[in-house]
């Protein structure tokens, strides 16, 4: 089995910084993208960042240039650095993972989520 956790949500005002993570652990032999979503109240879920196992990353318009997705594949983590940040970000953020298992299956996985609010 796999987990996802994510970690750094809080709150923040208008033009501040976070930074959340996002730990994969379990029976892991590799993973491919990796990606962050968010769910603002009465939205429907939507991708912010993707980034693939090479480091190609892909971003949402409304948070490029601000947002920066990384990940560590030594150590099965990635990371979503947030600046500039409005209170329209203001979301459940999502931890998604296209993960190889060590039995060689592939499957998809989400974390629970990190609320990140954002005043104004």
């Known amino acids: 089995q796999v987990q996802l956790v994510e970690s750094g949500g809080g709150l923040v005002q208008a033009g501040g910084s976070l930074r959340l993570s996002c730990a994969a652990s379990?029976?892991?032999?590799?993973?491919?993208?990796m990606s962050w979503y968010r769910q603002a109240p009465g939205n429907q879920r939507e991708l912010v960042a993707t980034i693939s196992s090479l480091g190609a990353t892909n971003y949402a318009g409304s948070v490029k240039g601000r947002f920066t997705i990384s990940r560590d594949n030594a150590k099965n983590t990635m990371n979503l650095q947030m600046n500039s940040l409005k209170p329209e970000d203001t979301a459940v953020y999502y931890c998604r993972a296209t993960v190889i298992s060590t039995t060689l299956s592939t499957n998809l996985y989400w974390g629970r989520g990190t609320q990140v609010t954002v005043s104004s």
């Open positions: 379990g029976s892991i032999f590799s993973i491919n993208a």
